[in-house]
């Protein structure tokens, strides 16, 4: 591959979510972490799970699963640690992840008009198809929902 076609593609985290294989940019991954315990607590955010602590940081475990429509499985092996920035704030997000992580490259593609909002479009990897999950829209979701949630409350 010339170096031109390089720089066309992106790299992507391969990841395997219940029975679901799906892909991540890999520039929004911190770091997978082992499986730790993960703290739940009541609380109005449908899509957060709990909370895990990692170096330091409390960080949100988000429900990908229910998000892509998949029965989530008990065999979690890793806790996919993913990164996003607010202006100079940053903040820390978690999946659980139950299979195999693989770092692969190539072209986003438009997602189809059947996938769930949390699907920012479709990457080709070998025989595959696969969905790549937007995390930011995830995370963002259970913000907006707190954010109203607190609004109403103080209405």
């Known amino acids: 591959m010339n170096q031109a076609a390089q720089s066309a593609q992106s790299s992507f985290v391969i990841l395997q979510i219940g029975e679901r294989r799906l892909a991540l940019p890999a520039q929004i ?14 609380h109005d955010t449908p899509s957060i799970l709990g909370v895990i602590l990692r170096r330091g940081h409390i960080v949100p475990v988000y429900d ?6 998949v029965h989530a499985s008990s065999a979690q092996r890793f806790f996919l640690i993913a990164r996003r920035r607010f202006g100079k704030a940053r903040e820390f997000g978690a999946i659980p992840v139950n299979g195999d992580c693989e770092l692969t490259a190539g072209e986003l593609q438009p997602p189809a008009a059947d996938r769930p909002s949390c699907v920012s479009g479709m990457l080709q990897y070998g025989d595959e ?9 995830l995370m ?6 707190d954010a109203l949630d607190s609004a109403e409350s103080r209405a």
């Open 129 to 137: 198809t696969l969905d790549v999950f937007d995390l930011d829209a």
């Open 140 to 145: 963002s979701s259970g913000l907006a929902a």
């Open 64 to 69: 990908a699963a229910s998000a892509l429509g």
């Open 29 to 42: 991954v911190a770091e997978l972490a082992p499986p730790v315990r993960m703290h739940c607590f009541p």
